[in-house]
C-alpha cells in the first residue's frame, strides 16, 4: 500500500515539473532607495514612479507575457544597507536589473555589488559626476545614467547668468558639505570657460539661521547676480534673509530645489528663482502625453494641484520603459540585456531623448539638455528670458 | 557691518532669552536643564499646528503652546527634583537629557521629519532704512519683544518677593529654607518662568529657521553655551552671553566667512573659560548677590 502511495505522489511530482514550464515568469527587477528616515521623499517618490510604469507596461501584457515585477529595499540613509539590499536582490532574489539610491553614497556602495555581479545598476536619481563620469571609458560598463550631471547644470546655470540675465558680477554661494564643494568647483570651470570670474564666493554650514553677513559681503563686492549650490531648506532660508534686507537681484539654484518643500518652506520669497533643471517645466506643455501623465501621478500621489511632479520621478518613470524595451530584445539575459540598453534610444514622457552607445552611458548629452525654470506663483514654468 | 550688527542683536537676544531659561534653572536648583532646545521645539510644533493647520487664532495658538510647554516643564521638575532630593544632581542632568531625546523622537512621530514654514507674527515689511541698513519689522520686532521680555524678568527678580526668593534660593537653598522661603514653590515658579521664555524664543526664532523636530538641538546648544559664556547662575549674565554669542557669530561670518567663524568664535570661548571659569560676568558661589 505505502509503495503504491509514493508512485502516484513521485507520478504527480512528475506531471506538475511537465506542465510548469509553460506558465508565465515573473521578470524580477530591485530597487533600492531612502524609503524612510530624513531622504525619505525622494525614495518614495522614485518608488512610486517606478511602481506606476510597471503596473502600465503589465496591463498592456507585460514584456511578452512575462509580467514585471518589483522588489523595493530601503537603505534610508546608510550605505551599509544599501550595499547589504544589493547583495540580497543579486544573489537571493536574481533580479535582472538593478534601480540604485537617489543618494550618492548609497548609491556608490550599491554600484561595487551590482557591476562584480554584472547586473545593470541603472542611475535615474542622483546627478553627482562621479558615479558615471563624463568621459569615455570612465563609467562602468555596467552603469547606466539616466538624468543629467551636476557639472552640465552648473554650465547652464553660468552661462545663464552671464548671457541672459546679462549678470556683470555673480556671486556663488554653496554649503559646506560635499555636495556644495563640488558645485563650487564646477561652478568655477564653468565660469572660467566663458572667461569670466566668480565675483565673490561665500560658504555656510547646514545650520546657520542668518545669511545677512554673508549676502552682505555679497552686497559690498557689488554683485548683480547670486548662484547658489545647496539644498531647499538653505536657499529659503538665504531667499528670506534677501528679503528682510530688502536685497532684489536674482537668484538662480541646482536641481534639488526643484523639490516643493523649497517652495512651501520659501513661499513668496521664492518667486522668480532660477532652477537648473532635467526637463523643460512639465506644467507649460500642452501635449495630451504629459497632462495624462501628471493627472496619474496626481491621482496616484494624491499631490496638491499647484505642485509640479518631481523631476526625478520622471526619469525613474522613463527609466522603467527604457528598460521594458531592453527586456524586450535580450529577455532575461543580464548580458544580452547590458548589450541592448547600451544600444538604444528612447524618447520619454516629456520628450526627452537618452541615447546610449557602448562608448557613452550617461542617457543626456552634455549642458545643453539641461532646462532652466523659474518659480512664478508658486508653480516651475518656463522663464521669460 | 552696520547689517551684521543688526542681525546678530537680533539673533542674540533670541540666542540670549534661552541662555536666561538655562540660568533661571540652574541659578535655583543647580540643575544643566539639556531638555530646553526641545522644549522651544515643542513649542514652536505645537503654535505651527494650533495656528496653521487648525487655524486657531494667533493669541490663541500661542497660549496652546506656552500651555504645553509649562505642563512639560512640571512634569521634568517634578520627575528631575523628586530624584535630586536622594541623588545626586549628575542624575538630574542624565534625566533632563533623556527628557529630551524622548521629546525628540515623540516630535519626529507626531510632525514626520520636513521642516514647515512657520508664520511670521512680527510682519515681515522693511520700515526704514538707516544709511543701507533696512530696518525689518521682524528684526526690530524679535529685539523689542526680547527685551521687553529681559526687563520683565530683571523687575521680577529685584522687586517681587517671589523673585527675591528666587535670588535668596539661588545663593543658599538650605538658608533660605530655614528662613520659612518655600523652596519646592520657588523650584515650580523658576521652571515655569524658563518654560515661558524657552516658549517665547520658540515664537521668535522658529520664522528663521522653520519648524521641525530637529530645531531644538541648535538652539539649545548655542542657548547654553551663551549661557556659559555669560554666567550660567546670573541672568543678566546669560542675557549679555546670548546678546554677545549672536553679535560675534554675524560679525566674525562677515568679516572672516563662516568657514573661519565657529574656530574663531569657539577659539575666543575657550580663552574667556580659561580666565574666567564662571563666565563674563560670573562671580564666585559665595559673591554670588545677582
Known amino acids: 500500500m505505502l509503495k503504491k502511495v509514493f508512485w502516484l505522489v513521485a507520478l504527480l511530482l512528475a506531471v506538475t515539473f511537465l506542465v510548469s514550464p509553460s506558465w508565465a515568469k515573473d521578470i524580477l527587477i530591485g530597487l533600492d532607495g531612502p524609503l524612510s528616515g530624513p531622504a525619505a521623499s525622494f525614495g518614495l517618490d522614485a518608488l512610486n514612479a517606478v511602481q506606476m510604469a510597471i503596473e502600465e507596461i503589465n496591463a498592456a501584457g507585460g514584456i511578452k507575457g512575462n509580467k514585471l515585477k518589483l522588489i523595493a529595499k530601503d537603505s534610508m540613509q546608510d550605505p551599509t544597507k544599501a550595499r547589504a539590499n544589493a547583495e540580497e536582490l543579486v544573489y537571493k532574489d536574481g533580479v535582472v536589473a538593478f534601480f540604485a539610491s537617489t543618494l550618492t553614497t548609497n548609491n556608490l ?30 563609467c562602468h560598463p555596467y552603469v547606466f545614467r539616466l538624468p543629467i550631471l551636476n557639472s552640465w547644470q552648473a554650465e547652464k546655470l553660468a552661462i545663464y547668468a552671464v548671457k541672459n540675465l546679462k549678470a556683470k558680477r555673480v556671486a556663488l554661494m554653496y554649503d559646506a558639505t560635499g555636495y556644495g564643494l563640488d558645485g563650487k568647483k564646477n561652478l568655477e570651470k564653468a565660469m572660467e570657460k ?7 564666493s561665500e560658504t555656510f554650514n547646514m545650520t546657520d539661521v542668518d545669511f545677512t553677513p554673508q549676502l552682505q559681503r555679497i552686497r ?137 552607445t557602448p562608448q557613452k552611458h550617461n542617457g543626456r548629452n552634455g549642458p545643453e539638455d539641461v532646462y532652466i525654470v523659474q518659480i512664478r506663483d508658486g508653480a516651475l514654468v518656463t522663464p521669460k528670458q | 557691518m552696520q547689517e551684521a550688527i543688526f542681525s546678530g542683536l537680533v539673533i542674540g537676544s533670541i540666542y540670549a532669552l534661552v541662555a536666561l531659561s538655562f540660568s533661571i534653572i540652574f541659578a535655583t536648583t543647580n540643575i544643566v536643564n539639556f531638555a530646553l532646545g526641545e522644549m522651544v521645539m515643542m513649542a514652536a510644533m505645537v503654535a505651527l499646528t494650533t495656528i496653521v493647520t487648525l487655524h486657531w487664532p494667533v493669541v490663541s495658538g500661542i497660549f496652546a503652546a506656552i500651555l504645553v510647554v509649562l505642563i512639560l516643564s512640571y512634569l521634568l521638575q517634578i520627575i528631575a527634583l523628586k530624584r535630586l532630593q536622594r541623588v545626586d544632581e549628575s542624575t538630574a542632568f542624565m534625566l533632563t537629557l533623556a527628557a529630551g531625546i524622548i521629546l525628540n523622537n515623540a516630535a519626529l512621530l ?37 527685551l521687553i521680555l529681559m526687563i520683565f524678568y530683571d523687575w521680577f527678580q529685584r522687586n517681587t518677593l517671589i523673585g527675591k526668593a528666587m535670588m535668596a534660593t539661588a545663593l543658599d537653598r538650605e538658608a ?62 546669560a542675557i549679555i552671553g546670548g546678546l554677545i554669542f549672536g553679535l560675534a557669530e554675524a560679525i566674525l561670518s562677515y568679516l572672516f566667512g563662516s568657514n573661519a567663524r565657529d574656530p574663531l568664535l569657539y577659539m575666543a570661548f575657550i580663552l574667556v573659560l580659561i580666565f574666567k571659569p564662571t563666565g563674563l560676568l560670573g562671580v564666585s558661589k559665595w559673591q554670588r548677590v545677582a
Open chain 1, 109 to 138: 556602495a550599491s554600484l561595487e555589488v551590482t557591476t562584480k555581479a554584472k547586473v545593470p545598476h541603472i542611475i535615474a536619481g542622483t546627478t553627482s559626476d562621479i558615479v558615471c563620469p563624463d568621459e569615455p571609458g570612465k
Open chain 1, 194 to 200: 566663458m572667461g569670466e570670474k566668480i565675483a565673490i
Open chain 1, 220 to 356: 559690498d563686492a557689488k554683485a548683480d547676480a547670486i548662484i547658489t549650490w545647496t539644498l531647499g531648506v538653505q536657499v529659503a532660508r538665504i531667499v528670506q534673509s534677501m528679503k528682510r534686507l530688502g536685497m532684489d537681484i536674482p537668484v538662480l539654484g541646482s536641481e534639488a530645489i526643484t523639490e516643493a518643500g523649497f517652495r512651501k518652506l520659501a513661499g513668496p520669497a521664492a518667486e522668480g528663482v532660477y532652477i537648473a533643471d532635467r526637463m523643460p517645466a512639465a506644467y507649460d506643455s500642452k501635449d495630451p502625453k504629459v497632462q495624462a501623465f501628471v493627472k496619474k501621478w496626481r491621482e496616484k500621489t494624491k499631490m496638491e494641484e499647484k505642485l509640479a511632479v518631481p523631476s526625478w520621478s520622471v526619469t525613474y518613470y522613463d527609466a522603467v520603459y527604457w528598460l521594458a524595451e531592453g527586456l524586450k530584445k535580450a529577455e532575461t539575459n543580464r548580458e544580452k540585456l547590458k548589450e541592448a540598453l547600451e544600444n538604444s534610444t528612447y524618447t520619454g514622457v516629456t520628450g526627452i531623448k537618452y541615447t546610449f
Open chain 2, 110 to 146: 507626531i510632525w514626520g521629519d520636513k521642516p514647515f514654514p512657520f508664520p511670521n507674527l512680527l510682519g515681515d515689511r522693511i520700515l526704514f532704512h538707516v544709511g543701507k541698513l533696512a530696518v525689518s519689522q521682524q528684526g526690530l520686532g524679535v529685539i523689542l519683544a526680547a
Open chain 2, 176 to 237: 533660605a529654607s530655614a528662613v520659612g522661603i518655600n523652596v519646592k514653590m520657588v523650584h515650580t515658579i523658576a521652571f515655569s518662568l524658563s518654560g515661558l521664555f524657552a516658549a517665547s524664543a520658540a515664537f521668535l526664532i522658529t520664522p528663521f529657521t522653520f519648524a521641525s523636530y530637529y530645531m531644538g538641538t541648535d538652539i539649545g546648544l548655542k542657548g547654553f553655551a551663551a549661557a556659559i559664556l555669560g554666567s550660567l547662575s546670573r541672568g543678566r549674565g
